[in-house]
């Protein structure tokens, strides 16, 4: 039996624009519905709908644990994980469903 996958992931507005960080076990559907508006709430309010950063783990402990540590993290670090990992900010929604 292939084990479940767990992702923490970051939704940016724009470059250097609002921040969303999340986890989820279905990283396809949930950036979608983050996309194209299909949940009320802060990326909605906020216009988030690019994929730019995540992680995946195995363990939804730890996933969890990973996304309240990158939610206390002060902004500048976030924005070095990002530039480190995505120096253009690619929207890798992309990536994801090709």
Not at 14 to 43: A, C, P, Q
Request: aromatic share 14%.
């Amino acid at each position: 039996m292939a084990n479940k996958q767990y992702y923490v992931y970051i939704m940016a507005s724009k470059r250097n624009g609002m921040l969303y960080i999340g986890v989820t076990s279905d990283l396809i559907k949930r950036v979608y519905e983050h996309k194209y508006d299909l949940t009320t709430g802060f990326t909605n309010k906020y216009h988030i709908h690019h994929l730019v950063y995540f992680e995946i783990t195995e363990d939804i402990t730890s996933a969890i644990s990973r996304e309240k540590q990158l939610k206390k993290w002060n902004r500048a670090w976030k924005i070095a994980l990002l530039e480190k990992n995505n120096p253009e900010w690619r929207d890798l929604y992309c990536d994801l469903i090709k």
